[in-house]
């Protein structure tokens, strides 16, 4: 209404709320290109895949049911890695570090949503890998990979899902030998 279009360049979720902050830009253009990052995110229940859309609605590729959706909501970049890593090294307590290193890593990528490890394997009856291990793997495969800031159980990839799947399956059966 106003043509301040309001940029979001830092953002994290941790304890019990959510922060952001945005740089505010006078600008229409700036408002046109921010509306257009605006996206659904469609999932599915049965085979737990996700895929972002136009719309609120689809069919599962991956087993024909249909995604339940939620958005529209924001797709473009939550940090910006700059500010991520002056932030990071700025800090002094020691307690933070962690979160800001994941924190730091994750604005890195403009990856859509995450991927609960646990829960994938829950539902697929996978033995659950180390999380080191496992994003070793993918990120020697090519792919993105980052831990999430906002639970320690999820991680972001651009690696396909049945992908995904195989490299739980790999770094599980290293986690049983080792």
Known sequence: QH??????????FKDHYNRIFFKCIKSKD???????QHK???YCKKCMTSISSDCNCGICGRCSEKYDYAGPMWIGKFCDPKIAGLIYDSNKDDANTRFLDILMQESKSDLIGFYDIHELCKHY??????????IQ???????IVSRTHFTPLGVRTNMPFDELLKAID?????????
Do not use: H, Q
């Not at 009856?125 to 291990?133: C, L, M």
């Open 3 to 12: 043509d301040k279009a309001l940029v979001p360049i830092y953002s994290y």
């Open 30 to 36: 700036e408002c046109d290109k921010l509306i257009v």
């Open 40 to 42: 659904y995110l469609l």
């Open 125 to 134: 009856r996978k033995k659950i890998p180390n999380f080191d291990v496992l």
């Open 137 to 143: 793997k993918i990120s020697s495969m090519g792919y």
């Open 170 to 178: 790999i770094c599980g059966k290293v986690c049983k030998d080792v």
